[in-house]
C-alpha cells in the first residue's frame, strides 16, 4: 500500500466510523465540466486557447455584443458526440440550445448558452471496482453542451483591489456530464473520475486536466439513515481541482453533514467551496440564477441515425476492450493490462515495443518499472521524450540477446534521455559491452577462486549460498560488464557443481 493510499484509508475509517455510529449513509451524484480541445470556440471562429495573452480571441459574437448571430461549430459537435458514445450514452436525434439566464460580470450578455431541456445524450455508465472490489455501475443521467463564460481575475493595484475580465475563455466549447446520485463513498466518485478522463482521452475529445482547468467537477451531497432510500436535502461542492480534492472534500462534507444531523439542524440547499489549504467546505454566497428559455438563433441539432452510427464507426478501442486484448493476445495479467491500456500513450508505446520484436514481458517490465518512472522523474511525457520506441526497443534487443546486462540497459536508458547517439554507439563509447569472451572470464575466474579459498570450500561441502558471492565477486572483477549466466557456467565447471 502507497503512502497516499494508507493516508486515504485513515480518512476512510474516521468516515465510516462516524457514519456507522451513526448509521448514515451518504447519497452523491457528480457534475462534470470537460473542456473540449475544438480548434476554435462554440459560436465563433476565434482560437479556442483560453491561456493565450488576456482579451487577445475574441470577436463580437464571443464579446456577447448585442445583435451578434452565433454561429454552432461543428467540430464542437462531433468532439461532443464521440465523448458521449465513449462513455455509452444515447445520442438524442434533437436536441437544442437555451439561454440559461443569469447576471455575473463573467457573463455580461446575461445568460449562458446550455442545452437545458434537451440535452445531446441521455444515459451511459461507467463501470468501476468498488472499495470491497465489486464491480459496480454508476449511471449518468445525462450530458449536454455548453459555452464557457469569460474569466475574472482578481488583483492588486497598488493598494486597491481591482477585478479583471478576460474574454479568451468567453464562448470555449464545454460539456457537462451529469450523473445519477449512484455514489455511496467518496472513493467510487475518484475511480469514476478516473476511468471517465481514460475513457474521454481516448477518443480525444478532451485532455479532462483538473490540474489545468479542462476538467472540473462539482459533488451534489446528502446523507440519510442507512436503509432508507429517500434523497434528501444536498449540498453542492465546487471547486474542486484534482481528484484527490474530490474524495477529501466528499468525505469531509459527509462527516459535516453527519454532525450536524447529529446535533439537531437541518441541511440547507446551498452551494459549499473546498478549500484545500484547510481541508474544509465553507459556504458560498450564491449567485442568482434564473429560468432557462429556448434561444432563438441557434438552430436546433437534428442528428440523423446514419450520422450517429458514422460517429460511432470513429471510436477507437475503449480502454476495457484493449485490456481484455492485452490479455488473450500478449499473455499479460488483467492487472498489468489494465495498468497499460488506462493510458493511450502507455498502451501505445507498449505495443510500439511488441512491434519492433520486444518480447510482451520484456516490454512491460522495462516500460513499468523503469521507463515510465525515469519519464516521470524528468517531467516529461512519453510522446516528446528522446527515447522512442524505436531507441528503447534497439536496447531491449542489446539486452535479450546479452549483450550488455540489465545493470548497463538502465546507464544506457539514463544517456538515452540525454543525447540522440543511437544505443550502439553509446554502449560502445562507455564500454557497456558485456564481456562474454571466454578466455578473459576464465583468467577472472581463476583470479577470483584463489582469492576466495573459504567460498571455494563452502560450496565443495554443498553449500550453494556462497556460489552468489563468488559470481558477485567476478562481476566485480570485470567492472560490472561480465554475463552473470556464462560466469555461472564456467564456476559450475570448475567447481564441479553442474548436475
Ligand atoms: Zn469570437
Known sequence: MTHGCSRWANILLIYARK??????EAVIGLEIHAELNCATKMFCDCPNRPGDEPNINTCPICLWFPGAIPRFSQEALEKASLLCLALGAELQPLSAFDQKVYYYPDLPKGYQLSQAHLPLSRGGAIDITDENGKSKRLRIHHIHMEEDVAKLMHEMEGRLPISLVDFNRAGSPLVEIVTEPDFRAPYEAMEFLKALRTQVRSVGSSDCSMEN??????????????????????????????IRHVGD???????????AVQAGEEIILHTRLWEPDKKVTLPMRAKFEGPCIPDPAVPVIELSQDWIEKMRSRLPEMPAAKAERFVTQYGLTGEEALYLSSDKEVADYFEALIRQGIAPRTAMHWLTTQLIPAVKDRRQELSNTLVTPNRFAVLLKML?????????????????????ETPEAIVIARGFRQVSDLTTLDSLIDKVLEAQPAAVADIRSGQDKAMGFLIGQVMQASGGKANPKIIRGLLDKKLGTVT
Not at 19 to 24: D, S
Not at 251 to 256: G, L, N, P, Q
Open 400 to 420: 535479450s540477446q546479452d549483450e550488455i546486462n540489465a545493470n548497463a540497459a538502465r546507464e544506457v536508458l539514463v544517456h538515452l534521455f540525454n543525447s540522440d
Open 213 to 242: 482547468g479542462t476538467m472540473r467537477a462539482d459533488a451534489n451531497i446528502s446523507i440519510r439513515p442507512q436503509g432508507t432510500t429517500q434523497l434528501n436535502t444536498k449540498v453542492e461542492v465546487k471547486n474542486m481541482n484534482s
Open 19 to 24: 457514519a456507522n455510529n451513526l448509521e448514515f
Open 249 to 259: 472534500a466528499i468525505a469531509y462534507e459527509i462527516s459535516r453533514q453527519s454532525a
